[in-house]
């Protein structure tokens, strides 16, 4: 008989969630409008220190609705961290702008900025007077929950004038010298789908400090219905908003937001002081870097392991043995770069994003993994570095 499957980073309720869903049912507001949504946009703008947010049903479509709002469209070019997952760049495709995808630095795994400039020159630099505002937006990715480079990243915001949008994504709770991930751009971006550290199975918001512009989303994500006795419409809408069925859901995981991010740091811990047994006798496995300006919520734990340095042992043998042993893991984000779809847009870099997709592997992270299930997982890498 084969053991129940660990997964990589499972839904995680609270067990308040039927109460609050009850309470929403209740109140018959059973739909992408009610008091769930009002006050969890409320709770999560004070929690992450935000002026306001629009709640929506995905980060996709948050992260489109940001492009609208910055005016990106055909023929505007934007900068976008290459090491992230295609819900980050459709966006741009869907406003018929053309995606600029820049390396990782090989710390964070997060935007390099020094890859970002030679970007932006490069494009400044080949155009003519009229290529400056058609570089609409930079989107660093807080890939993992391992905060970006923000202060050289906003500092290129500010000295090209270009808007920043961060792919928060991955990394509610996370900070950077303290301040939320999410808060330092015009626009932040969470998510809330099944896999992320907290979820209304599907949902997404997004942050910023200038509330004309969150207006302004609510209105565009609810069919840009203008204010009329009959239903008036001046411009194209869109239909992104969150149910306030699923803000119930989303104010019970908040109830548990901070205990979810010790126990995925408490995972992280865990696999490092498991490698570190295995680093002592010769072998090299490395880890995403949380920089000193740094505290990574750790939503996935993911590790490199380069041939080179640890006697031939390789990503895939690993990842081969966990799933025999029905344990889910899997590979660093293949780079947008060497994406099929995107094959054809511009690439700034020197080859980190690839390497990182050679040699890396995400491993069991969720916020429920109990002590067995670390012991299969321990297990079965024992086996692999046991059997080389
Ligand atoms: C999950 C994710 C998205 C997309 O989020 P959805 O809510 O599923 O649309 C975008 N970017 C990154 C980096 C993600 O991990």
Redesign the pocket.
Known sequence: MKSERIYLSPPHLSGLEKEYIGKTLDSNWVAPVGPDLDRWEQELSVMVGSKDCCLLN???AALHLSLVLLNVGPGDLVFIQSH??A??VYPIIYQGATPVFIDSEPDSWNMSPESLEEAIRFFLDKGDSSTKVKLKAIIP?H?YGVPANMDKIMALGTKYEIPVVE?A??SLGSKYRGRYTGTFGKIGVY?F?GN?IITTS?G?ALMSNDGHLVKRARFLATQAREEAPHYEHSETGYNYRLSNVLAGIGRAQMKVLQNRIEARRANFEHYRRYFEKWNKKGYHVEFQKESTACFSNRWLTCILIDPLKNKGLTREKIHHRLEEQNIESRPLWKPMHLQPAFKNYPFIGNGTADHLFKIGLCLPSGSNMDKNQFKRVFETLDFCFNNQ
Do not use: F
């Open positions: 995905s980060a996709t992230t997952y819900g980050s990715v890939i792919d994504a991955e998510s789908n992320k599907g997404g």
